[in-house]
């Protein structure tokens, strides 16, 4: 691997030492407030953005912040060839600016403050300037996301499907700039779909099931059950939902990918040469880290004394 890749490497590996760990994490989703938590988060790398956050979703929104800064800064260590690494990861982010644009222009609230992505934005500079709903939608026809995202912004099931077909394109776009990401983009891909066939219910929209299908296949479009989805499904994926036996334990599901997506990134960080494997281990590991705090955070702000979510994640 050529040299330009070293000082990256040793910046990933670096960073995810500074990760918070499923142990502590935990021990937060114990803690009895938020409040609590929070404090016990003071000397983590997530506390310069916690300070002064009130609330849980304060709280929440400084843990990804923090994220969406760990991947800028990586990027900065990155040679050019690695850049898209850092991009596609922070699709994410723009995923999340781009839901509550389209919410604000269908007469929903006001959107959040929008992420700051700078040179890891895909498209959202000329995003952000559309003023209606159908301006989004031929400026994301015309970008990276594709036509079939830019259809999604009009149809009328609203922005659960604008989310869903950017989150299909996010996964295929992952896994085009980063083989070992792969696996993981077809769990998530594949648990998309059965959110959309088991719990939204109906036929899914179009868009979706056109980015779905590259990755999927067709049979899975008339499952008309969880099992039958699961069988429809390539044999590659079927792992992905083992052991669920209904759409109310998709959840199970979700948390197991975060898991399996942190155990191969600990094998990328620990086993690769330097080189873009051991940066996308390390955005793997913070990426998952954050996803564990934050699950931490809400059971803390329930007072439940522990969480479910990172027990199935264990």
């Not at 800064?73 to 850092?86: E, F, H, Q």
């Not at 596609?88 to 995923?95: K, L, Q």
């Not at 922005?159 to 769990?187: F, H, K, Q, S």
């Amino acid at each position: 691997m050529k040299s330009d890749w070293v000082a990256a490497t040793v910046r990933a590996r670096s960073m995810a030492h500074r990760r918070v760990g499923a142990g502590a994490s935990r021990a937060l989703a114990a803690q009895p407030t938020v409040e609590s938590a929070l404090s016990s988060l003071q000397e983590s790398g997530y506390a310069e953005r916690l300070r002064g956050a009130s609330g849980l979703a304060a709280a929440e929104r400084a843990v990804q912040e923090t994220v969406l800064w760990q991947l800028r800064v990586l990027a900065g260590w990155l040679p050019a060839s690695g850049t898209a690494i850092a991009r596609a990861a922070a699709g994410t982010f723009e995923i999340e600016n781009i839901v509550a644009l389209a919410h604000r222009l269908t007469g929903g609230a006001a959107a959040p403050e929008p992420y700051h992505l700078g040179a890891l934005a895909t498209a959202w500079p000329r995003l952000a300037a559309a003023g209606s709903r159908e301006e989004l939608a031929g400026v994301l026809s015309a970008t990276a996301w594709g036509a079939d995202v830019g259809a999604a912004t009009q149809t009328t099931a609203g922005t659960g499907a604008l989310r869903d077909a950017l989150t299909v394109a996010w996964a295929r776009r992952l896994a085009g700039v980063a083989a070992p990401a792969r696996p993981w983009c077809g769990a998530r891909c594949a648990l998309t779909a059965a959110r959309i066939l088991t719990v939204d219910g109906g036929t899914p929209p179009a868009p979706a099931v056109h980015l779905l299908r590259p990755v999927l296949g067709r049979s899975w479009e008339t499952a008309r059950s969880l099992a039958e989805f699961t069988a429809a499904l390539p044999p590659s994926l079927r792992p992905a939902l083992q052991g669920v036996a209904s759409p109310k334990e998709l959840w199970r599901a979700e948390a197991r990918l975060h898991a399996a997506v942190e155990k191969d990134g600990f094998q990328l960080l620990r086993g690769s040469m330097p080189g873009p494997d051991v940066v996308l281990g390390a955005i793997a590991v913070l990426s998952t880290d954050a996803w564990r705090v934050r699950a931490a955070l809400t059971s803390a702000a329930a007072g439940s004394g522990s969480s479910e979510v990172l027990d199935a994640a264990a």
